[in-house]
Nanobody
Framework: QVQLVESGGGLVQAGGSLTLSCAAS????????MGWCRQAPGKEREFVAAISRSGGNTYYADSVKGRFTISRSIAKNTVFLQMNSMKPEDTAVYYC???????????????????WGQGTQVTVSS
């Protein structure tokens, strides 16, 4: 199985930028499709962004499309989430997630993922 550790969370002003990283260890990183999800206080965890095993296929929730970018480095066993033009409603705990991938598929539901990191807090002030 794979172990995931997120970093890069923090406090940012509205309109600002932040980049999250997720370091993976264990099984071969390129076997896994990856994703980012988030959970705000009192709300259910929601999907944010997904990327296929090769990185060639990505998908975003409508709420972040055009502002967030997911990418991965096979060499560094790391997946990134670049967040721009941030809004107060982006405030949440952000989780990195993984599942064994098939071909160029990406997975856009929270329940698609089998492995999770511990989460990192992102707070956007208005």
């Amino acid at each position: 199985q794979v172990q995931l550790v997120e970093s890069g969370g923090g406090l940012v002003q509205a309109g600002g930028s932040l980049t999250l990283s997720c370091a993976a260890s264990g099984r071969t990183f390129s076997d896994y499709a990856m994703g980012w999800c988030r959970q705000a206080p009192g709300k259910e965890r929601e999907f944010v962004a997904a990327i296929s095993r090769s990185g060639g296929n990505t998908y975003y929730a409508d709420s972040v499309k055009g502002r967030f970018t997911i990418s991965r480095s096979i060499a560094k066993n790391t997946v990134f989430l670049q967040m721009n033009s941030m809004k107060p409603e982006d405030t949440a705990v952000y989780y990195c997630a993984a599942r064994l991938g098939s071909g160029n598929s990406r997975y856009a539901r929270v329940e698609d993922y089998d492995y999770w990191g511990q989460g990192t807090q992102v707070t956007v002030s208005s």
